[in-house]
């Protein structure tokens, strides 16, 4: 089903849904609930209202104790979650009801959110799809599955340069994670659709002749856009970049767009030669530049070892050494990075996490505690660094480290789940399984899959007999 404006609802629904807006003016949220929910159970594609709907649900949490109160709802709601997870299949729209009624109770819910997400996309409700994604990108900042679908949804949208953003931001945060690299050159490529006005063209909203004005123009577009589902997106937006680059040879944008999209295309070696073109220009300094060709580089490294033959007997020796090769060229061009850019305190978390999957723990501890000073790494760099003590079997430093660092995490997200799982871990190996144990049912009280805590938690009461 499309989604409906105010507009497009029966005048009985719109009525309840004006008095709800009414009810929410008067700081009414409780009523105002009521009404909005009413409404969406007649028309569950009305966007508008489950927008003003999540409003009022906020309102309500923050009367009832603020943003940042324990999660309570959350393990009374399991139930409601599994019965909405039975009826997604058979009917979605009493899956998005059950739902909203969790959310009612705690809008911060992630599974309930996630149910929201899945149901709306069984309904074909992309709008209403990316109202819990951005809810959820917020409860995990750091999760790289929930950005993607983000950015994805918001593409879906016509939001691609808030898509974009989203999965710029993630890459910074982690630079080697190649999935969402890739994804990133995806929704850049899908934003220059959109700027060039081929979504338009999609979905019947726009014209061939509001692109190009001329009658042999328009009937070019018009044969391309019959081809546009089956053609490679990025093979053609390289064929037309490629074009363009010979009237302007100097367009460093067009030519670092062209490394990025052949990159994509797992033709390394002519993105690495143009990503040389702009090193030899004058803006060849740029930081970003040399991480993108580092990223390049290890893409190169990765597509390689994917194509061993795991069924040959020199497999483990040629993928060590390929891994080796791998690694020391990351060491090798971060710490150049870091010696160019001292001040760059992204660079020296990165030197940190490369140190420490290398295991030099020493070299990763000076990085991480010079990397805290940047407040968008600080998180990670102390988790970073209480990992590194608790390798050095330092466990003392290591729970404090952890301690300090959940202190720090007001939000119960994925990120400080592992903060606590990690405390939980080195209380365990301390001897202190009471605390230990109190950690880990922390997390049980949320989320009951989370690793292994589930086992941890029933053990601990076997134990107790």
């Given at each position: 089903m499309a989604e409906k404006n105010v507009n497009e609802i029966p005048r009985d629904v719109r009525a309840l849904y004006i008095k709800g807006n009414e009810a929410l003016a008067r700081d009414n949220p409780d009523y105002a609930i009521s009404l909005f929910n009413q409404v969406l159970v007649r028309e569950p594609a009305f966007y508008e209202c489950r927008e003003k709907l999540r409003k009022a649900q906020l309102a309500k949490a923050g009367a009832g104790g603020g943003f940042f109160k324990k999660m309570i709802s959350m393990s009374g709601s399991s139930p409601a979650i599994a019965k909405g997870q039975l009826a997604l299949h058979k009917n979605p729209a009493e899956a998005l009801e059950i739902a909203e009624q969790v959310l009612t109770g705690d809008p911060h819910n992630s599974m309930a959110h996630k149910l929201v997400v899945e149901a709306a996309h069984a309904l074909e409700l992309p709008r209403t799809a990316v109202l819990s994604l951005e809810m959820l990108s917020k409860n995990s900042p750091k999760d790289r599955d929930i950005a993607i679908k983000f950015a994805n949804a918001l593409a879906e949208i016509g939001e691609a340069q808030r898509a974009e953003a989203v999965l710029t931001e993630m890459c910074r945060a982690f630079p080697h994670d190649q999935e969402l690299a890739q994804a990133a050159k995806d929704i850049s490529a899908r934003k220059t659709l959109d700027e060039g006005g081929y979504e338009a063209l999609a979905d019947g909203s726009g014209s061939y002749r509001d692109i190009l004005k001329d009658k042999e123009g328009s009937a070019a577009l018009e044969q391309e856009h019959r081809q546009?589902?089956?053609?490679?997106?990025?093979?053609?937006?390289?064929?037309?970049?490629?074009?363009?680059?010979?009237?302007?040879?100097?367009?460093?944008k067009l030519i670092r767009s062209l490394a990025e999209l052949y990159t994509s295309k797992k033709r390394f070696d002519l993105a690495l030669g143009y990503y040389d073109r702009i090193k030899a220009s004058d803006l060849g300094s740029d930081a970003s530049l040399d991480q993108a060709i580092a990223e390049t580089v290890v893409r190169r490294y990765d597509h390689r070892i994917s194509e061993l033959d795991p069924a040959s007997p020199e497999y483990p020796d040629q993928l060590a050494a390929l891994q080796a090769e791998k690694q020391g060229y990351q060491l090798n061009e971060c710490q150049k990075r870091v010696e160019r850019f001292p001040t760059d305190l992204g660079f020296r978390f990165e030197l940190g996490q490369l140190f420490f999957h290398a295991g030099k723990i020493s070299e990763a501890i000076q990085e991480f505690q010079k990397a805290q000073g940047n407040p968008h790494k600080r998180i990670a760099a102390m988790s970073y660094l209480a990992q590194c003590f608790a390798k050095r079997k330092m466990y003392d430093l290591a729970a404090r480290a952890f301690q300090n660092a959940i202190k720090e995490k007001p939000v119960f997200d994925d990120e400080k789940k592992e903060l606590i799982y990690h405390l939980g871990c080195v209380l365990e190996n301390m001897g202190k399984k009471e605390e230990a144990f109190e950690q880990f049912k922390l997390i049980y009280e949320v989320d009951i899959s989370y690793r292994d805590v589930a086992a941890k938690v029933d053990a601990y009461y076997g134990s107790q007999g």
């Open positions: 546009v589902k089956s053609e490679d997106v990025t093979e053609r937006l390289i064929r037309e970049y490629e074009a363009r680059l010979a009237g302007e040879p100097n367009n460093l």
